[in-house]
């Protein structure tokens, strides 16, 4: 049911209730493990997507895009730290985390909220924010996809939208184990307004590629400078290098195409089925974890079988929020480390379940050296404990606020 006002949100609830279906909420719709699908009633926010700003606060229905977002505030020089994925809801982004170019310099999306209004189980609608339902406001901020209610509006610290310079250097395979060692060294640990991920991709026929790209919010000279670093440390030329000055707002339009440009795919990964595990790590991976996993990445692939390892640089404002100031935990690592692996629509079982093998083999090489901690805004239905890898040490504490503003347990349960 596509829901415009709280009332709509309300009534679909009500009417949830008294025909027995079971409810998710839904915003962008980009859940990776399907979560705002169900048999049931899907409670659709789109048509609450209106971007307000008053006083430095982006006032944010729930049912608005990244881009769209991006586009509004920039009228008025403004961003918030988010995702680069246009078509990405605000919402699900938010209440899962929110990692983006800005979050070393200004933390998660969620760690910028100031206020959400959220519908419950039973109807009522409620405001909160540091001081009223504090606890529940608590939750949202890393544990509110589809758990506690449906939200229907956000309000953020805006922040001004910085200059950038946007970059992608590319480097063959046979260079990945000296890049990954020298970038887990360099990234995270480079001042904060440097963003730079590490993306290996393997697809189609062709020999896997190592790229680092992102951004730096400041000048092309300091960028080349930083990133001259990066390569003396990894001791081999790329093959490309591209460093341009833009906008903030072209520098997100510029990394959301090269997105889809490196995964081979479209924002909706039409060409496609994936299946995905991340971990945080806390520190760099051993020499040898390094080489066994690049070496793995292209062991045997089927070509119509893509694989990706997708590092995330983490520290910075990430780690200057104490691990339980919010619900979401992972407060003190290095780096986020994604491997997906995609097969055609339709592939037999045999390919996918091939495919699978290979993702939980390159998950299990590193695992020894993981955080156990798994970011919930990419989630993995296979986890033993979902709970705890995403929420950690506060996971006893969102079980309580659970039981507070959902005790019949009408929306889904925390982690599944
Ligand atoms: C192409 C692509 C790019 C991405 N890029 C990034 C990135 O740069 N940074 C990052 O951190 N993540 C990124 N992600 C992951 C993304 O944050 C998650 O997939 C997120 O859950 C998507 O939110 P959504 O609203 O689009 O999805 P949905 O599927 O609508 O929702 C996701 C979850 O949130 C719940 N939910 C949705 N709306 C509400 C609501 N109003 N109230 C309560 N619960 C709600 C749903 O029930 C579901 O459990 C990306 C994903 C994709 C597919």
């Known amino acids: 049911m596509f829901c415009a006002t709280d009332g709509d949100v309300s009534e679909a609830i009500s009417a949830a209730r008294r025909f027995g279906l079971a409810a998710v909420a839904r915003s962008g719709g980009h859940c990776f493990a399907g979560t705002s699908s169900t048999a049931g009633m899907v409670i659709d926010v789109t048509p609450m997507r209106s971007v307000e700003v008053a006083g430095g606060v982006a006032t944010i229905g729930a049912g608005a895009r990244l881009g769209a977002v991006y586009e509004a505030l920039d009228e008025e020089g403004l961003t918030i730290p988010a995702g680069c994925g246009p078509d990405v809801g605000i919402a699900g982004l938010t209440l899962g985390g929110g990692l983006g170019i800005l979050g070393r310099r200004y933390g998660l999306t969620c760690d910028g909220l100031l206020a959400a209004r959220v519908v419950l189980a039973d109807g009522r609608v409620i405001e909160c924010d540091g001081d009223h ?3 529940l406001f608590w939750a949202l901020r890393g544990a509110g996809t589809g758990t506690f ?4 509006s956000l309000s953020f610290r805006a922040v001004t939208a910085p200059a950038a310079a946007a970059f992608h250097l590319a480097w063959p395979y046979d260079h990945a184990g000296r890049v990954v060692r020298a970038w887990q060294e360099w990234a995270p640990t480079a001042p904060d307004e440097l963003a730079a991920s590490l993306l ?5 026929t062709g020999a896997p590629v190592v790229n680092v790209f992102g951004a730096w919010h400041g000048g092309e000279g300091d960028a080349q400078e930083l990133l001259g670093a990066l390569v003396t440390a990894a001791g081999t030329d790329p093959m490309s290098v591209s460093i341009q000055a833009m906008t903030y707002r072209q520098a997100k339009c510029y990394l959301a195409e090269l997105g889809d440009q490196m995964a081979g795919t479209g924002e909706r990964g039409e060409e496609g089925h994936s299946f995905g595990k991340s971990e945080f790590f806390c520190g ?3 020499d ?8 793995g990445l292209g062991r045997d692939r089927p070509a119509g079988q893509a694989r990706e390892l997708d590092f995330t640089p983490w520290d910075g404002a990430y780690n200057r929020v104490a691990a339980g100031a919010t619900a979401f935990p992972h407060r003190d690592a290095l780096f986020l480390l994604k491997q997906s692996v995609t097969v055609s629509p339709g592939a037999p079982a045999g390919e996918v379940a091939a495919a699978r093998g290979w993702l939980d083999g390159s998950w299990a090489a ?4 993981g955080s156990g901690g798994v970011y919930p805004n990419f989630p993995d239905p296979d986890l033993e404990d979902p709970g705890r890898a995403y929420y950690l040490g506060n996971y ?3 079980r309580e606020v659970k039981a507070r503003y959902d005790p019949g347990g009408f929306f889904r349960d925390l982690g599944r």
């Open 149 to 152: 209610g449906v939200v229907t």
């Open 133 to 135: 339902a504090s606890d």
């Open 288 to 295: 040898d974890a390094v080489t066994g996993l690049v070496a």
């Open 396 to 398: 006893d504490r969102l």
């Open 366 to 369: 590193v695992h020894p050296w």
């Open 200 to 204: 290996i991709t393997a697809k189609g």
């Open 284 to 286: 760099p991976l051993p």
